[in-house]
């Protein structure tokens, strides 16, 4: 099946570095990799059930959306637990530490998934609560 995308000129150049000097033999392969890790990240993401520690990593440009960032911080205090914070330049590093269901720390990552000025938002749940 054919499929169009529109990805920055940047984030593809560095792609394409990336699959060629792996060794793969065309940027069509790589895309089918990339969207299967993606898949599988997806569902791991949302196999974990009931309480959980997490740790939500993710980077944004601050001027565009700090202001909604604090909003959704808020709305989710109920897991927030502490958040670190660093700047560089006009982009920021933040770290979540999360405590609570899974699914609503499930939705937090995917609200700040939602945000165009967030470059990548990681997510690793530490363990499930006993």
Known sequence: MRTSLNVP?????SFDET?????????????REAMQEYIERHTRLEEIKGEAVAAIAFDYEHTLVIGELHTIQHEFEDVIGTTQHMHHGDWCLETIFCTGPAN?????????????????????????VA
């Not at 000129?9 to 150049?13: C, F, G, H, I, N």
């Not at 699959?19 to 895309?31: D, F, I, L, Q, T």
């Not at 165009?116 to 938002?121: H, N």
């Open 9 to 13: 000129q940047e984030v593809l150049d």
């Open 19 to 31: 699959w060629k000097s792996e060794g793969m033999e065309s940027r069509s392969r790589a895309v």
């Open 104 to 128: 609503r720390i499930r939705e937090l990552v995917y609200q700040l998934r939602d945000f165009d000025a967030v470059g990548r938002v990681n997510v690793m749940f530490l363990q499930p």
